[in-house]
């Protein structure tokens, strides 16, 4: 089975989804978000679905939309910034995919989510320490990712380039000629 797809992950704020349909123009692949997937299916937002149903029923639901992606082809996946939680998503995202994780500095993702509303992790609280608590708990698992791009400095196209570069690396493929 070829590893055609791109899977960003990373934490929130790292640029997954403007990356993501960049690569996924210059590349002709589809860009699919898995949060505004499961969004549009349950017919409310993230935040709602914690809210209501809490994160372990938020985590399945995206378990089970990373199984049924990892059936299609040629595709740029920006996946929620939790899938690495379960190493059996990124074990499923591997064999079909290369798993690339976007990272930003924390002062970096501050500024990039300090005005969202949709982010059920920073709703309570003072967001910038929340942030902090979050990657420090999510360090080791984004660290296990071996292709990884620093977007603190980095454009979304510029981000975009290393993307493929990596992918490239990865598949032994040129694509961006």
Do not use: W
Request: glycine fraction near 8%; hydrophobic fraction near 40%; charged fraction near 30%.
């Amino acid at each position: 089975m070829t590893r055609s797809n791109i899977i960003l992950v990373g934490f929130m704020g790292t640029g997954k989804s403007a990356t993501g349909k960049i690569v996924a123009r210059r590349l002709e692949y589809k860009f699919l978000d898995m949060d505004s997937m499961i969004e549009e299916r349950q017919g409310r937002t993230i935040s709602s679905i914690f809210a209501t149903d809490g994160e372990p029923a938020f985590r399945a639901m995206e378990c089970d939309l990373i199984k049924e992606l990892c059936e299609l082809r040629n595709l740029v996946v920006a996946a929620g910034g939790g899938v690495v939680i379960n190493p059996e998503n990124i074990e499923d995202f591997n064999r079909t995919g290369v798993v690339i994780c976007l990272h930003a500095s924390p002062s970096t993702i501050l500024a990039r989510v300090k005005v969202e509303s949709h982010r059920p992790l920073l709703e309570d609280g003072d967001k910038a320490k929340r942030i902090l608590e979050l990657l420090e708990s999510r360090k080791a698992l984004y660290d296990a990712i071996p292709y990884r791009v620093d977007t603190t400095y980095l454009s979304p196209e510029g981000a975009a380039d290393k993307v493929i570069e990596l992918y490239e690396e990865a598949t032994g493929t040129i694509l961006s000629a």
